[in-house]
T-cell receptor
């Protein structure tokens, strides 16, 4: 089956630093990837939609200069949390859409837990 | 995408069937019902989807009412590993710029 990986799985960083999270589709090509964040005991909230070779589309209320998304290839999208603050601590999950499947099915990564101290 | 309503939590005894309901009264004709689950601190996992017919796979069964305004996910023999939050989502199936939007889901606790 289609596999999506994320790296790192956990990261702790100091306030003010930037953190990059990678999302890879391992056995399929993904023209579109999605980034979600999830606070404890809450549902997933869509942050942005990332298309290969073009600018990401951000959901309302998500700061694009804060959460930089790059989708440089059909198998890799990155989310960079810039000048991280403790309130950015969250579980970040990506998903990738299989472009070759006629169903455009979406597959989710295992998530990255970010803790900002 | 149409909105869904699910009970916030449910308990089920291990080995028994878990029946998770979902209301989607505003579903439109071309929208499918999808179910995902999220085990603690992991990414969501696809379970099953359907349009109007009942569906079954190795994980679960999906029963959709004739008017398509509600559905039930059935885990036939729940195990402790089925403890998770289950999300019911309606979305168009093919193409377009649609995205998966999660509601609050149902937290299923399987009890030994």
């Amino acid at each position: 089956g289609a596999v999506v990986s994320q790296h790192p799985s956990r990261v702790i960083c100091k306030s003010g630093t930037s953190v990059k999270i990678e999302c890879r589709s391992l056995d399929f090509q993904a023209t579109t990837m999605f980034w979600y964040r999830q606070f404890p005991k809450k549902s997933l909230m869509l942050m942005a939609t990332s298309n290969e070779g073009s600018k990401a589309t951000y959901e309302q209320g998500v700061e694009k200069d804060k959460f930089l998304i790059n989708h440089a290839s059909l198998t890799l999208s990155t989310l960079t949390v810039t000048s991280a603050h403790p309130e950015d601590s969250s579980f970040y999950i990506c998903s990738a859409r299989d472009r070759t499947s006629g169903t455009y099915e979406q597959y989710f990564g295992p998530g990255t837990r970010l803790t900002v101290t | 995408d149409a909105k869904t309503t699910q009970p916030p939590s449910m308990d089920c005894a291990e080995g028994r069937a878990a029946n998770l309901p979902c209301n989607h009264s505003t579903i439109s004709g071309n929208e499918y019902v999808y179910w995902y689950r999220q085990i603690h601190s992991q990414g969501p996992q696809y379970i099953i989807h359907g349009l109007k017919n009942n569906e079954t796979n190795e994980m679960a069964s999906l029963i959709i009412t004739e008017d398509r305004k509600s559905s039930t996910l059935i885990l036939p023999h729940a195990t402790l590993r089925d403890t998770a939050v289950y999300y019911c989502i309606v979305r168009t199936y093919l193409g377009g710029y649609q995205k998966v939007t999660f509601g609050t889901g149902t937290k299923l606790q399987v009890i030994p």
